[in-house]
């Protein structure tokens, strides 16, 4: 079974710039994750998706970042702009479902650095 | 401010030794996780504990969820170099509304 993809993997950027991460979650997957982990932390939920609708987006600054799932398969994250302290490594994790008991495969993440 | 506190931040221990890091939060959760994180890896689930004093084992390690369900350890032992990584612990308050809130992560170097 192919695991959960991203791309790119590396992103270099201005303040002010855009970028926007590509997420292909494991076939079959309804549950689908945008999480930021910055250099020190642990990951912290951005956006949950449920097929192609949102569940959860109450930690995502919503003046800079949009996501969305057409189709409830793949999915985009976009930030627009960017600022310094965006610099982060952004995971993208998907499962079967939503509930307790359905485990969470994480993606190798896009590491982003804004200057 | 983070909802689960791990410590120590950093264990580095020589090859053979023994490691324990801890979980711990004033909140109660349903069930509590611990993922190993390698660099340039997203993190990859050990074992989810359900039950307030449950234990369970995995090879070399041990992992304990607290009566109270508001703190877990992980006991690594006889530590080898393949268990170098970022270790961390997630929890989830709501059996039904399945979100997690993950601890900073304990790094873990053993040395050959």
């Known amino acids: 079974e192919a695991g959960v993809a991203q791309s790119p993997r590396y992103k270099i950027i201005e303040k002010r710039q855009s970028v926007a991460f590509w997420c292909n979650p494991i076939s079959g997957h309804a549950t689908l994750y945008w999480y930021q982990q910055i250099l020190g932390q642990g990951p912290k939920l951005l956006i949950q998706f449920q097929n192609n609708g949102v569940v959860d987006d109450s930690q995502l600054p919503k003046d800079r970042f949009s996501a969305e799932r057409l189709k409830g398969v793949d999915s985009t994250l976009k930030i627009q702009p960017a600022k310094l302290e965006d610099s982060a490594v952004y995971l993208c994790a998907s499962s079967r479902s939503g509930l307790a008991g359905h485990e969470q495969f994480f993606g190798p993440g896009t590491r982003l650095t804004v200057l | 401010t983070q909802l689960l506190e791990q410590s120590p931040q950093f264990l580095s221990i020589q090859e053979g030794e023994n490691l324990t890091v801890y979980c711990n939060s004033s909140?109660?959760?349903?069930?509590l996780q611990w993922y190993r994180q390698e660099p340039g890896e997203g993190p990859v689930l050990l074992v989810t504990v359900v039950t307030g004093g449950e234990v369970k084992k995995l090879k070399r390690l041990t992992f304990q969820f607290g009566d109270a369900r508001k703190d877990s350890s992980l006991h690594i032992t006889a530590a080898q170099p393949g268990d170098t990584g970022l270790y961390l612990c997630a929890g989830d308050k709501k059996p039904n509304d399945y979100k997690l809130s993950f601890g900073a992560g304990t790094t873990v170097t053993v040395r050959a």
């Open positions: 909140s109660v959760f349903s069930s």
